[in-house]
Structure formats: structure tokens, C-alpha cells
């Protein structure tokens, strides 16, 4: 009996023991889980600040700053708080966000690209119950309780649109130009585009998928012929989409362009452009000075923190300052196809000249329409417009970018030359 009782002392003195143990191990294994959460960290950050594309995050840093002082001049005479607070909170998920697709493997994602595509169909097609029509005729947008800004799903998926289009390109490289490669990237195209009009009617952000898909077609290296026979099948089908596809409010907006005679008085379908075209003339040389314009603190300018930011920039800011954006967002755009150019992977070069020339339809076509050379269609300008889901999507791009230039193929030193390829 004694030597039990001795035993069960030996039995509760080692069970002690070895909690103390495992009590001092788990607490080192925390330690050691911490000191190893922390090295990643570092080393990652080490990684990002060698490799990543700073210049780039930079550039698009002071727009997105820049933005933020526009915006908060624009929206000044109906409160300026509640706009300034969610464009800095899109900029700083937009960091976030570059800094991810920065560490994110492009190649691995672009190999889901049929997943992507039928992600990209059913987010846009939540607006058909979901969306609203975020005080414009379109019903483009989603609201969430929990987020501070609006998503605009056809904004989204134009970056899907480029990974997809690029990866499908590069799988049949070899027969670019060949009708079956040809019948796929349209099929592509026409599914995204035709959900966007069918779901939100939305025929302005349905435009930049057409321009991406052209310049990355180009740039890939299919045959010219095929451009111009879809020229001249456009031109055929033009009276068709102009009699059965536009409204008449559209069809208005194209034809005061040509038609001097059409509301003389500028308090119709010419009233946005009017305006916008006072506020530019009235900005001069270096402008009236920001949060002094005229018709920009009086609120006079449709849209001026969205779709007409320029004309404001232009009226508070002048020439100078038009310019001054101008050159920022070109060198975003020279920055983006100067990776792609350096990238020896054709369907990164792919990925970057999609994105620059999203960039560059975009800011040609807000520009066009603010100094009346083209229709109005609610085109905002990249980094600069107030939107939360529009700075957090180039950012995002950016990243897929810097992305791109910290991993490039083997031969990215080789210089890129269009292939000459047929028709079939």
C-alpha cells in the first residue's frame, strides 16, 4: 500500500511536470509562431521594396492625393467631409489591395480563366437584383451597409476581361489570327458586353471592353485584315444599332456634335457641355484659384466630381493644372506599357497593354466630352474622379502591373516584334 500511495506522489508529480512543460513549450511555440509571422513580414516587405514597382505606386499615390483636394473643392458647397472620407478610405485599400496583387502570381490565376469569366458574367448579373442606379439612368451599381462606397461590378470585371482575353491569346499564339482563335476572344467579348447591356444598359462602360479588346488584339499580332473587315462590318451594321439599339437622349448626344443648330440655347441635351465649356474658358491660364471657381463652388457643373472633375480642375486650376493631370496620368499609362515592353511573357505584355489602354480610352473619352468634342457617356477619369469602386480597381490593376515587373520570364530583355501572321 505504501509503495501505491509512493507511486500516485510519482504519478502527480510528473503529471505537474509535464504541464509545466507543455505550458512553457506552448508559450515558446507562440513565441516561435510570432518571431516566425514577423520574419515573413519583414521578409516580404524587404522583397516589396527591392522589386516591386514603387515608381509606379508612387505615381499613383500623388493622383489619388491629388484627387482627394479635387474632390473636397468640388463637393465644398454640399459638404466636403462625407466625400473626402471615402476617397481617402479607397486609397488606402487601393495600397492594400496594389501591395497583394504585387505578391500575387498572375500566371496561376490567368489558368482559372473559365472560372474567371463565369464570375465575371454573375457578378455583373447581380445587378439584375441588386443594383441601383447610383443617381444616373443606369442601373450599374451595388451597395453594401458595410461598405463606404458603391461598386460598380462592370468596373471590376474589366481587369477579368484583360487576364482572360490575354491567357486565351496566349494559349493559341501560335494561330492568332486563325477564325477558331478569332471566334473565342469575340465570344468573350460579346458575353461580357452583352450582360452589361442587357442587366444595367449601361452602353459607357460597355465601350472600354471594345477599345481593350482592339489594342490587345492589335498588340498580339492579329492580321490588319481582320480589322478591316470588322471596319467595314461595323460601318454595315451602324444603322441597324443606331435605329434598334440607342435611345434617343443617345442619339441626341452624337448629333449636337455635327449639328450646330440643335439647342442653340444650351438648356438642353448641350447643357452639361455648355457649362463645362464656360468653366474651362473661365479657368484661363493658372485658373480662378482652387475652391474660388465660379461655377465649381456654386455647384454649376453637372457631375463635377465625377464624370466632369476636368472642367473643375480646368476652372479653379487652368491650363496649367489640365495639363499638369494630363501628364501624370500619360506617365501611369508610358509606365504601364514600358513593363509590359520589358516583360519577355506574352501574355503579360498582353495584360499590361490591356490595362494602359483601359487607361487611355478612358481618360481620352472624359477629356473629349468635357471640352465637347465628344458625346457625354459617364466616363470618370482614372484616379482623379470621386469613386471609391474606380480608385480601388486601378490601384488593383497598378498591382497586377508591379506584379508583372517583379517576376519577369527569362527573356525579358528580348525586344518585342508584332509576328506577321495570315488571315487563317
Known sequence: MQITFRMGLLSAAGMVEYQLIMRKGGALMRRFSLHRFVSVIATAAGEFWQRADLLLLGLCTVAAIFSIVIVSSTTAYMGAQHFIIIQSVALLIGIVLYIVFTFLDIDIIAERREILLVFSLLVIATLRVWGG???????????????????????????????????????????????????????ILALLVATILAVSGDT???LPYVF??????????VNIGWFALAAGGAIVAFPIIWSEFLRDDQKNRILMLFDPTMDPDGGGVRFDTV????????GGMTGQGLYNGAQTQSGGIAAQHTDFVFSAIGEELGLLGCLAVLLLLLFIIIRCIYVGVKSGNYMNRLICIGIAGMLTFQVAVNVGM?????????????FISYGGSSI?????????????????APDSTARYIRPNLGMI
Do not use: D, H
Not at 212 to 221: N, P
Not at 275 to 282: A, E, F, K, T, V
Not at 370 to 382: A, K, Q, S, Y
Open 275 to 282: 457649362r463645362s465649356l464656360i468653366s474651362l474658358r473661365g
Open 133 to 187: 442606379s447610383g443617381g444616373t439612368v443606369n442601373r450599374s451599381w451595388l451597395s453594401f451597409s458595410w461598405l463606404p462606397f458603391s461598386i460598380q461590378p462592370a468596373e471590376i470585371c474589366k481587369i477579368t476581361f484583360i487576364i482572360i482575353l490575354a491567357k486565351t491569346m496566349s494559349i493559341y499564339r501560335n494561330k492568332i489570327s486563325s477564325i477558331l482563335t478569332l471566334a473565342q476572344m469575340i465570344v
Open 204 to 206: 459607357g462602360v460597355a
Open 370 to 382: 468635357c471640352i465637347g468634342v465628344l458625346p457625354v457617356i459617364g466616363l470618370t477619369l482614372p
Open 392 to 408: 480601388v480597381t486601378m490601384f488593383a490593376a497598378m498591382g497586377i502591373v508591379s506584379g508583372i515587373r517583379m517576376r519577369p
Open 212 to 221: 481593350i479588346f482592339v489594342v490587345m488584339a492589335y498588340v498580339g499580332g
